[in-house]
C-alpha cells in the first residue's frame, strides 16, 4: 500500500542510517541535511492527510506510472489518423498497489520537483499535456491538488528510500554526498 509508511517513514528510515557518520556522531551538514527532510516530510504528510478518504481519492494505482514505465504509439504522439487505434501501452506494474490516485500523476510530473521544466518549454508542456488530459477524465478534488507538489518531492524520498534499502554496497560518501544535494534541492524548490 502506498500510505505514509511506504511513501515517507520508510525511505526515512533508510536515509537517517546514512545522515549519522560511522562513530554515531552527526556532522553539522548532515544535521541541516536531516532537518531538511523531516520539515518537508511533514509538510507532505500535512498534505496527505487532507486527502478525503474516498473511493474516489484512494484506490488501485500503478504505482511507478513514469516516461519509462508507458509508450504512446506515434499516432498518438504526432496526433495522426491512420485508421489504427491510438494506443496507449503500460507496464511494469510492479509497483501496483492500493494508495492515493493522484499519487500516480507524480511520476509523468516528477520533472517540476526543480527547474527542469522552467529550463525546457518541451518537457514543461508535456506535463501540462498530462496534467491537463488526466484532469479531463478525472477531475481532482482541491486538497489532491494541493498535494501533488508533495507527492512529487516524496517521489524523491521514496525513489532515494528504495535504491538505499536494495543497494547495500553504496559507498556512504556518494550516498550523503547525494542526500546533501537532495537537500539543497528541497530548500532550493520549496513546497508551495
Not at 554515531?24 to 527532510?37: I, L, P, R, S, Y
Not at 504505482?63 to 485508421?83: I, K, P, S, W, Y
Not at 492500493?98 to 510530473?109: E, P, Q, W
Amino acid at each position: 500500500m502506498f500510505d505514509d509508511e511506504r511513501l515517507l517513514s520508510a525511505p526515512l528510515k533508510h536515509i537517517a542510517r546514512y545522515i549519522t557518520d560511522a562513530v554515531g556522531q552527526q556532522t553539522v551538514e548532515n544535521a541541516k541535511t536531516e532537518q531538511v527532510f523531516l520539515q518537508v516530510a511533514e509538510q507532505c504528510r500535512t498534505r496527505f492527510v487532507a486527502i478525503p478518504s474516498s473511493y474516489y481519492a484512494w484506490g488501485a494505482i500503478h504505482g511507478d506510472l513514469r516516461q519509462g514505465n508507458c509508450h504512446f504509439d506515434a499516432d498518438m504522439v504526432e496526433g495522426g489518423n491512420t485508421g489504427r487505434s491510438n494506443c496507449r501501452t503500460f507496464f511494469d506494474f510492479s509497483n501496483a498497489v492500493v494508495g492515493f490516485r493522484a499519487y500516480d500523476l507524480c511520476g509523468l510530473l516528477w520533472p517540476l520537483r526543480d527547474d527542469t521544466a522552467r529550463k525546457d518549454p518541451s518537457i514543461a508542456a508535456a506535463c501540462d499535456a498530462f496534467s491537463d488530459g488526466y484532469r479531463s477524465v478525472r477531475p481532482l478534488s482541491d486538497e489532491e491538488e494541493l498535494a501533488l507538489p508533495a507527492f512529487i518531492k516524496e517521489r524523491d524520498f521514496w525513489e532515494t528510500g528504495t535504491w538505499l534499502q536494495h543497494d547495500a554496497n553504496a559507498d556512504p560518501k556518494v550516498v550523503v554526498d547525494g542526500l546533501h544535494s537532495l537537500a539543497r534541492q528541497f530548500t532550493q524548490f520549496p513546497l508551495l
